[in-house]
């Protein structure tokens, strides 16, 4: 989700209306000069280069710099988790493996 997130703020660097930070900075400028403020397409000459340049990083770098996310990792199966439980100390589960107490292969109500 790193790449997706980065392409978002690249691609908000071409127009006036990609960020709100953009928005911001045209409504400081208006204030401060009294000018008109920038068109849309103006940011377009300084961000176009920035945001190629961007994709440019991550085309090459992300696949060297993120973690690989192959099979037989933990949390390579974004439908994997682990979970912690407490059990009281008085109660059935006390002195039982997972496998005992019927835990191993519950089935998720709510994900099928």
Excluded at 8 to 24: D, H, P, R, Y
Excluded at 53 to 73: E, H, S, V, Y
Aim: with cysteine.
């Amino acid at each position: 989700m790193i790449p997706l997130s980065y392409t978002a703020i690249l691609g908000g660097t071409v127009t006036l209306i990609g960020t709100s930070t953009n928005l911001i900075v045209n409504g400081q400028y208006q204030t401060l000069t009294g000018e008109p403020g920038f068109s849309l397409f103006s940011i377009t000459a300084v961000g176009l280069p920035v945001a190629i340049a961007g994709f440019l990083f991550m085309w090459l770098f992300f696949p060297k710099l993120l973690p690989d996310r192959t099979q037989g990792q933990v949390f390579s199966n974004v439908r994997e988790f682990t979970l912690e439980v407490s059990i009281a100390p008085d109660g059935p589960l006390v002195g039982k493996t997972i496998e005992q107490a019927g835990l191993r292969h519950l089935l998720c109500s709510v994900c099928t």
